[in-house]
């Protein structure tokens, strides 16, 4: 499945299923078809995705890439989740809601 998420305050984001499931994971948030991220819940949100990237991070600098799991450490969260991470920036700074599937 591909989620749509998008928000006044910015361009939208299309993910996957296993990514959105993933950030969803890390947000502790059940991923639905559709739903809402409040600018009340959005400053907690984005500081939990900008922990787990930070901690994605320190991970990988700690198994130098240099191993046999270089391939499975490709993926990197920040680089994946970044696009999700700036559109719920801009819609805090804005005071827009980020919504998918509606």
Request: glycine share 6%; aromatic share 6%; proline share 5%.
């Amino acid at each position: 499945m591909i989620y749509q998420f998008h928000s006044k305050a910015g361009a939208d984001v299309i993910m996957l299923a296993d990514l959105s499931q993933r950030i969803f994971d890390l947000l502790a948030r059940p991923l639905e078809a559709r739903g809402i991220f409040t600018t009340e819940q959005l400053p907690a949100l984005i500081t939990a995705l900008e922990t787990a990237i930070l901690k994605d991070l320190e991970e990988r600098a700690k198994h130098h890439q240099d191993g046999p799991d270089k391939a499975k450490l490709a993926d990197r969260l920040g680089q994946r989740a970044y696009p999700f991470l700036e559109l719920m920036k801009q819609a805090h700074a804005k005071g827009e809601p980020v919504m998918w599937g509606v």
